[in-house]
């Protein structure tokens, strides 16, 4: 089945500067890859997602691109703000119909003002 | 925008109890919904695709006797934790899918119970 490798676990950085957030996944027949934001006890919110027939795809601040031949893809927020501080989910889709989502491990986000 | 809501959204049980959990699709038709559990600080891991009118599909490893999901209408996903026991704390999430013809097919997820077994 699939797996979902995210790295890194934790990332620190200073309000203004930019995060990179990396995943791997195994599975070739995937193609639809989210990625949501998780705030303490809230539910996930989707940021932005990407699918297997675009290679980028940005929507202000926050950028996903997308390699389908070393099968992995990338989170980018630019201008990091505190508010961008939360837990960072990627996500592949698999299974039959590709409804079903598979989670990276997350990452922990701090921007510190 | 898509609503997906949640109830409880907490829930406190003595060890052995059943407890339910709705999740419901506020504003479309979900054919399909999921059932995540989430352990703190880890990530969302699915338990089962719920889908109307037939059986729910458990991921390995999930027993389908202790989680019991019911999706008796296009709106509605049930998840009854049967004999609930300390190990079973956790956050329960749910997503339903909705699928635009043509074009947009995407989860939205609840708001989560956070149930708690004593």
């Known amino acids: 089945g699939e797996n979902v490798e995210q790295h890194p676990s934790t990332l620190s950085v200073q309000e203004g500067d930019s995060a990179v957030i990396k995943c791997t996944y195994s599975?070739?027949?995937?193609?639809?890859f989210p990625w949501y934001k998780q705030e303490l006890g809230k539910r996930p919110q989707l940021i932005i997602d990407?699918?297997?027939?675009?290679g980028e795809k940005k929507d202000q601040r926050i950028a996903v691109t997308l390699n389908k031949t070393a099968k992995h893809f990338s989170l980018h927020i630019t201008e990091t703000q505190p508010e961008d501080s939360a837990v960072y989910f990627c996500?592949?889709?698999?299974?039959?119909?590709?409804?079903?989502?598979?989670f990276g491990t997350g990452t922990r986000l701090l921007v510190s003002p | 925008g898509a609503v997906v809501s949640q109830h409880p959204s907490w829930v406190i049980c003595k060890s052995g109890t059943s407890v339910k959990i709705e999740c419901r699709s506020l504003d479309f038709q979900a054919t399909t919904m999921f059932w995540y559990r989430q352990f703190p600080k880890q990530s969302l891991m699915l338990m089962a695709t719920s889908n109307e009118g037939s059986k729910a599909t458990y991921e390995q490893g999930v027993e389908k006797d202790k989680f019991l999901i019911n999706h008796a209408s296009l709106t509605l996903s049930t998840l009854t934790v049967t004999s609930a026991h300390p190990e079973d704390s956790s956050f329960y999430i749910c997503?339903?899918?909705?699928?635009?013809?043509?074009?947009?097919?995407?989860?939205?997820f609840g708001p989560g119970t956070r149930l708690t077994v004593l």
């Open positions: 599975d070739s027949a995937s193609n639809y």
């Open positions: 997503s339903a899918y909705l699928r635009l013809a043509g074009v947009v097919n995407e989860q939205f």
């Open positions: 990407i699918r297997s027939n675009v």
């Open positions: 996500a592949a889709s698999t299974g039959e119909g590709f409804q079903k989502l598979v």
